[in-house]
């Protein structure tokens, strides 16, 4: 059980990366009040873990119903990070940010950046492996974990968007443009190797 649970929570720690996820926090929530970017990092961390969980119970059959390949998934989430990246990366009027009125904790913050593809694989693998009471419950206090963490990621990001005012928030939103579209890249061509390979 305790194993389980370590191994889960550290897979999905690295997968998701909290410490990653703050530049990309901070530029998605870059013009809001305090109050409004504390409410899009809980609703992005529900979000997460809400996908999480229905793709831990039924993701083998929701997948399996419509046809989808887990390649396919990641290439999908791939081609949205893809975007969102892109209009980080340019002075597009159209960034989804407070101004536009644009949910961001709902996409891309919940999903695919923190229950991406290669988190929801990782928790349908770790799904099957449970065996019985005590390891279910070992994987769900593994993933509330994970998720308590990225929390305090974003919620103590506030901080440091005081810190850096308005000429650092731009420059946190290229670097995270940057690395985001690279995550994005690696997401399609880990899909498009698979469908080569015949894994699909």
């Known amino acids: 059980m305790t194993s389980l649970a370590v191994s889960a929570f550290v897979t999905l720690f690295v997968i998701m990366d909290p410490v990653g996820t703050i530049p990309i926090f901070l530029s998605l929530t870059a013009g809001r009040s305090a109050e409004s970017s504390r409410k899009a990092a809980w609703q992005a961390v529900l979000v997460s873990f809400f996908v999480i969980a229905v793709f831990a119970l039924f993701g083998q059959g929701i997948l399996h119903y419509l046809g ?76 509330v974990a ?6 305090a990621a974003m919620r103590f990001s506030l901080p440091i968007l005081r810190l850096i005012r308005e000429s650092g928030v731009l420059l946190v939103t290229r670097i995270a443009g940057l690395l985001l579209s690279a995550i994005a890249v690696q997401m399609v061509a880990d899909a498009v190797r698979a469908f080569i390979t015949g894994d699909a």
Do not use: K, Y
């Not at 390949?69 to 597009?92: K, R």
């Not at 994970?146 to 929390?151: C, G, K, R, S």
């Open 68 to 143: 989808i390949s887990l390649p396919a998934l990641q290439c999908a989430g791939g081609l949205l990070l893809l975007l969102v990246a892109l209009e980080l990366l340019t002075d597009n009027e159209e960034v989804p940010t407070a101004q536009t009125g644009t949910n961001v904790a709902l996409v891309p913050l919940g999903t695919p950046l923190l229950a991406g593809p290669g988190a929801i694989v990782a928790t349908m693998v770790f799904a099957r492996q449970a065996d019985g009471f005590s390891d279910g419950l070992a994987l769900v206090l593994a993933f």
């Open 146 to 151: 994970v998720h308590v963490v990225l929390w």
